[in-house]
């Protein structure tokens, strides 16, 4: 009603003006205007209607999701301004839709990012941090103090820097609790606030396995060096004796090559094992192909060591009892073991330096004992419901294992064996010929073979070491 008063308001009024000026007589101008007013009301109402339709589904594109005008107002350029209402109603919601997806995204990367991530604000409070940061600190950690939670100089002042010069920053920093770990941290102001108060990112690189490696390395070359060293300076000591005092003696000449020879092949032995373990190690993450016969070749290694036993007066016995069974699984004779997936040659190594080792430190005159088992399953290699090492294993496997009467091993020293150049006797290892890497070389190959070496000794009375290999599938395609 208010629109069409104003669209008639103009029309009246010159008509009112004519009636006073004289120009029309008072009922003329009245049905004048009359007419005027009925007429607008005619031609009008259904425009407004229109309008109004117009105006309603605009307020609903404005506040509803995925709405559009579908239907025909009725009238051309209006159902045009519709149709590019609509047209940028929807392009609203895919921009809105796109702007979600890209922040669920970023969100489930920074939940899912492997290092530690906080985000802090100007106070340097926690404003936010993702799940493995919570996990280091082992607590919720927004709206805490960033101070109160790492508590280190060096890092709190790195943070006020990047924070002051507004520049990147990156220092690194010990974990004492709840066990000692090394850490970089990296500080990046935001180039803008973050609606959430952010305005610099700090990122915890954990630096413990690699500084561990490190010092790992240093420690196998300063071990490799000095077990070179010294027979080096065994021979350059009869060198110089050879070509001074004992010139002319003979007898002591004899002598001093013998030994001069023993350490030659002392230094032989050690280069050929630190060259089979660097070879090794290179291919560890290349698992073998071929099915082979991993019973055959310790049966092959077995004959090859029998007369060094027998010069210890000693026995292998194939097949034979055992003192103590395995837990789990079948005794099986060494010769019909199922096939495995390996390397002949590095198969043969592993026996050669367990039998190697068990006539070393066997006791003379006695027995060293040789014998195979198979496990059907996983569930076999249980040890009276305690995790047993072959559980690592996940299908059928078998086992060999090589027990000798010597002097054991004692508990202690159980789980460093594997380590290279690590002895529980340097002395006694050296002068029977060991160069401390034997057993290191034994893990790395069935660590290949995606197999393990268990332990067992009970001193005064012997050791047990058994080689676990998963048996080889016959649906596996590479065989
Ligand atoms: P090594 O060349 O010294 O024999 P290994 O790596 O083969 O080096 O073995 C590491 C250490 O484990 C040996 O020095 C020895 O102390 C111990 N060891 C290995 N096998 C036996 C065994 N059958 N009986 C007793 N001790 C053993």
């Known amino acids: 009603m208010i629109v069409i008063g104003a669209l008639a308001a103009p029309t009246v009024a010159a008509l009112a003006v004519l009636w006073l000026a004289g120009y029309l007589p008072a009922a003329a101008a009245l049905l004048a205007a ?16 229109q309008f109004r339709t117009l105006a309603a589904a605009i307020g609903e594109l404005a506040h509803r999701d995925q709405a559009s005008l579908s239907e025909s107002i009725g009238d051309p350029p209006l159902d045009e301004l519709a149709r590019m209402v609509g047209a940028a109603a929807r392009e609203r919601d895919r921009r809105r839709d796109q702007l ?6 970023n969100e489930a990367v920074f939940a899912r990012l492997p290092d530690p991530l906080i985000m802090i604000d100007r106070e340097r409070r926690i404003v936010r941090a993702n799940p493995a940061a919570a996990e280091l600190f082992d607590s919720p950690l927004a709206g805490r103090d960033l101070v109160g939670v790492l508590r280190n100089p060096a890092v709190v002042e790195a943070v006020g820097e990047a924070l002051a010069e507004r520049s990147g920053r990156q220092v690194e920093f010990v974990l004492p609790v ?46 490799a060096s000095h077990e070179l060293r010294t027979p080096l300076a065994t021979l350059l000591g009869f060198i110089e004796t050879l070509r001074g005092p004992a ?68 026995r292998i016995v194939i097949d034979g009892t055992v003192r103590e069974p395995l837990a789990g699984g079948t005794v099986q004779a060494v010769a019909s073991l199922p096939a495995v997936i390996g390397d002949g040659d590095e198969l043969a190594q592993v026996f050669q330096n367990l039998l ?11 027995t060293i004992r040789v014998t195979g088992w198979a496990f059907a399953s996983p569930s076999e290699h249980r040890d009276g419901g305690a995790p047993m090492p072959a559980l690592r294993l996940d299908g059928a496997a078998i086992a060999m294992s090589i027990e000798d ?13 594997t380590e290279r150049f690590y002895r529980v006797d340097t002395a006694r290892s050296r002068e029977l010929g060991g160069t401390g890497l034997g057993l290191a070389i034994v893990k790395h190959i069935l660590s290949r073979h995606r197999g393990w ?4 000794s009970e001193p005064g009375i012997g050791s047990r070491f058994t080689v676990y290999l998963p048996v080889a599938d016959p649906a596996d395609p590479r065989q």
């Open 405 to 417: 009467e010597g002097d054991g091993i004692a508990r202690e020293h159980l789980p460093r064996l």
């Open 178 to 223: 709840p066990i000692e770990r090394s850490f970089a941290a990296r500080i990046e102001p935001l180039s803008a606030a973050t609606a959430d108060g952010s305005v610099a990112l700090l990122t915890l690189h954990d630096l413990t396995a690699m500084k561990r490696a490190d010092r790992l390395r240093a420690d196998f070359v300063a071990n």
């Open 247 to 314: 010139r002319d003696d003979t007898a002591a000449r004899e002598r001093f090559l013998a030994i001069m020879d023993g350490q030659t092949q002392r230094m032989a032995r050690l280069v050929a094992d630190l060259l089979s373990l660097s070879r090794i190690e290179m291919n560890e993450h290349r698992q073998p192909t071929e099915a082979i016969d991993a019973g055959r070749i310790l049966l092959t290694v077995v004959d090859s060591l029998q007369m060094k036993a027998a010069e210890k007066n000693m």
């Open 453 to 456: 070496l268990d332990i067992d």
């Open 356 to 366: 190697d080792n068990a006539i070393k430190y066997g006791r003379a005159v006695s």
């Open 100 to 105: 979600e997806m890209t922040i669920a995204a």
């Open 34 to 49: 009359l007419a005027v007013v009925a007429a607008l009301t005619i031609l009008a109402t259904p425009r407004l209607r």
